[in-house]
């Protein structure tokens, strides 16, 4: 009988999961639809890359507890083979993101194998090395462009049909991309991976007592992180039809870091929140200059003592709901 009332607890809980992250979905898609009716689209299009960005960071750092310094390495370098391919080798859009984001993926793969085996700062810190190494090799690099990067990138048409170069197309191109990227990280966030990978949140030690080897899973979780990220910034090379240092630089890493924690570490929606505060500030804080940062640092500390959850960490917290 109890075990019935148990069931039945759970099971109800479940729902009420479900109706909660579904309503708040539909509220999202409700959002990015009537979006370019009322906000320019380029912004909308940044907005929704760096969300799919901190979604990618958020896998890695909310759900396994790792947390690296160094993930423009994976959203930079996949914008420059997505903007060589498609400038210089006249690749199709959908082959050059293709490229970029396998570029990424096996960063991931060679970053992940060298910075899985410590933990805590020790792996933040090789991250944020192997990161600022790749960073002045892209300096350095001619394919590169150097300090004044790959531009002019062309959008072309998308399986030779959809000419991105419209603005409108574009947008839905993004739009659908990146839906599909966050509806990936949520099924593996609620799937058995994914309970395995909170199990090593919370305690690594007795995941492997109950025989997970709890590396590999880790690995794998860094590299989906990484191909998710570098996915990310594919798109915004497209967009912007440009890649360049910033892409690369520490400050990208420290942005995803701001947005994610800003939005809510560890939930479904709050990366894509903080990814549209964050951005939202750095577009139309822009005529304050420099103060910019100063302004985005006290917006940031005000939002840590005030939501030590985040904004929709809190939310979900008051209404007792999953966000």
Known sequence: MMERVLDASVQARRRDRDVSLGAAFVVMVAFFIIGPFVVYPVFLMKALCFALFACAFNLLIGYVGLISFGHALFFGWAS???AYAAKT???????????????????GVIAGGLAIRRQGIYFAMITLALSQMMYFFALQAKFT???DGIQGVPRGRLFGVFNLAN?????????????????????IINSPFGEVLKAI??????????GYNTERYKLVAFVL?????GLAGSLNSLVFQLASLTDVHWTMSGDVV????????????????????????QNYLAPFGQWVLVIQGAIFVVCVLLFRRGIVGEIAHLLRVQL
Request: charged share 10%.
């Open 80 to 82: 420059y083979l997505t």
């Open 89 to 107: 080798w006249g690749l199709p859009p959908e082959l050059a993101i293709g490229i970029g984001t396998a570029t990424a993926a096996v960063l």
């Open 145 to 147: 462009g150097g300090e």
């Open 167 to 187: 603005e409108g197309t574009m947008y839905v191109f993004v739009l659908v991309v990146v839906l599909a990227g966050f509806l990936l990280i949520y099924r």
């Open 201 to 210: 949140r919370e305690n690594e030690q007795r995941t492997i007592s109950l």
């Open 225 to 229: 992180s990484a191909t998710l990220a």
């Open 258 to 281: 701001l947005m994610t924690l800003l939005g809510g570490l560890g939930t479904v929606f709050g990366p894509v929140v903080g990814a549209f505060l964050v951005i939202a500030m």
